[in-house]
């Protein structure tokens, strides 16, 4: 099988095994929403930047703020995993959820100042189109080019952000007039109020305390955690066989609170609508099937190495 092959033309076989490895009871119980749980992540994420910015303005000694600057880095990415769960709607299955998906959306999506139409479109592209160097907008125009240690590490760095926003722009020059017009509305808003937050900032509390606070971890932690959570997806990955056209990342308790469970991406991509805090169980009921393919997990220790130590190419097999 070729990698052009897309997910929906390539995958009927896979899924129709995946139906069969866990029963449907628990397979039910897996998709189960509890919209509750949703909050409580969520109140997490805001207690965690709430209070790492505040210690990254309060600390004066670097072994003191900057620890609270990658927290807050983080969490700002993690935003974007919070908007993930949105545009699959799992966050609550109630008849009225127009209204407040469109809220959460704006609220996951203004902290990494993207476009959550733009993100949504983009993102169920990449799952429709998984497996196509064509058709997965993200592996079209995001993946790096050049396979070269010097390359793959801009990505680690603030050309990240014109990397990515580059590359969004390019997606969205193909979707019909008026999407891109609502697109831009929404991508200027974003912008433009991370605009009037950094320079209030700058104004208010000066300089030192904006490094601290907002471009350290907008311009230095993000785009690390950016780049070692796209590592956990798809780079590693067979290309002669679907049900290993993600990376199957071993069960770290540390990664499930850092990435908010977005590790077990080859499990969101078999079952989409499965929410994100019930990922690590279905990681452990597909067990089975993995042992029987041979797919085997690895951390990301061991993508890193990969990625950077034996310069790897993109969306092959490692091995």
Known sequence: MSGETSWADASKDLREKLARVIPRDEMKELHRLRPFRHLLVL???????????????????????????????????????????????????????????????????????ISRTQF?????????????????????????????????????????????????????????????RVIARQRLVTVLGQLAIASSIVVFFGWWIALKVYFVPYLLVFPVAFTINRLGQHYFIDPDDPAKWGTRMKRSRFWDMAFLWSSYHLEHHYFPRVPFYNLRRLNRALEPFWEEIGHQPVSYRELLWKWFGRNAVPHTNWD
């Open 43 to 113: 109140a997490w994420q805001l207690l965690l930047l709430s209070s790492s910015v505040a210690g990254a303005a309060l600390f004066q000694s670097w072994y003191a703020w900057l620890p609270c600057s990658v927290v807050t880095g983080w969490t700002i990415f993690n935003f974007t995993v919070m908007l993930h769960e949105v545009i699959h709607g799992s966050v609550y299955a109630g008849r009225r959820k127009g209204g407040v998906y469109t809220l959460l959306g704006w609220l996951y999506a203004f902290p990494s100042g």
């Open 120 to 180: 949504k479109r983009w993102h169920l592209d990449h799952h429709s189109g998984l497996g196509s160097s064509e058709a997965d907008p993200k592996r079209h125009h995001l993946s790096p080019k050049r396979v070269s240690r010097w390359y793959k590490l801009l990505y680690m760095t603030p050309a990240l952000i014109p990397i990515y926003f580059r590359a969004a722009a390019t997606e969205t020059a193909s979707y019909a007039p008026e999407l891109r």
